[in-house]
């Protein structure tokens, strides 16, 4: 299983990358292993108020409906426009041509409660047994 070490992760499996004031957000490679093929994905439209834990979209796979929660607080600045025609990107490159938003956090302190690789994979373990 794919854990890049320089992103951050949360207990629903988003990931999160830091750039500057920003937060990229995608979901991890366990997620989409988990959910199959993904077919369709819906995302809040940019200028979107969330706070930490809401759902920022939904992802639609052979096997379920999912919802991608926002891990910071913040605005939704950038949407992934090529997942409306393209929702396989999520299946092929989770961690890169499959992100999905771009949240301008309003707290840095929200960062904290993220994940790194490590704990984040130990996580994974606990829930696998």
Do not use: C
């Amino acid at each position: 299983m794919n854990i890049p070490e320089q992103l951050r992760y949360t207990k629903d499996h988003e990931w999160a990358k830091i750039e500057d004031n920003t937060l990229r957000v995608g979901i991890t490679d366990y997620a989409q292993h988990e959910m199959g093929d993904v077919v369709y994905v819906d995302l809040k439209p940019t200028g979107t108020k969330v706070e930490k834990g809401d759902p920022v979209g939904t992802v639609e796979s052979v096997k379920a409906v999912s919802e991608v929660f926002a891990p910071v607080s913040g605005t939704i600045i950038e949407t992934n426009a090529a997942l409306e025609q393209s929702p396989e990107l999520v299946n092929q490159d989770s961690y890169g041509q499959g992100w999905m938003v771009v949240i301008a956090f309003e707290d840095a302190q929200d960062l904290e409660a993220l994940m790194d690789a490590k704990d984040y994979e130990e996580y994974l373990s606990a829930e696998a047994k």
